[in-house]
């Protein structure tokens, strides 16, 4: 499990930073990052190091939507490779989320 988190007050933006696997061995840790106590401005899911993605992940994604206040809240997945950007735009996430 390897979850690297940052949070700007000034800008009041969280960063994740994913290791090798998005899947539900960091779901702990994703969720004290994330969805414990207020939502911020805005999140960057950086998933640059992520080789592998499960459903789990999607799930989470879809929590910190939710949580975040859906459309009231910037969230960017940064650095996916080709096969997690298709992954996702499959799933229809290039709707909900910015992806970059």
Do not use: W
Not at 1 to 27: A, K, N, Y
């Amino acid at each position: 499990m390897s979850l690297t988190v940052h949070h700007d007050p000034d800008l009041d933006c969280v960063t994740l930073q994913l290791g090798e696997r998005f899947d539900f061995s960091v779901h702990r840790a994703f969720h004290d990052a994330c969805l414990d106590g207020r939502a911020a401005r805005s999140y960057v899911i950086d998933l640059g190091e992520v080789s592998s993605m499960d459903s789990s992940a999607l799930g989470m994604l879809l929590l910190l939507r939710e949580h975040a206040g859906a459309d009231r809240s910037e969230i960017r997945i940064v650095n996916a490779d080709t096969s997690l950007r298709g992954t996702l735009r499959v799933a229809g996430f290039d709707k909900l989320f910015v992806l970059h």
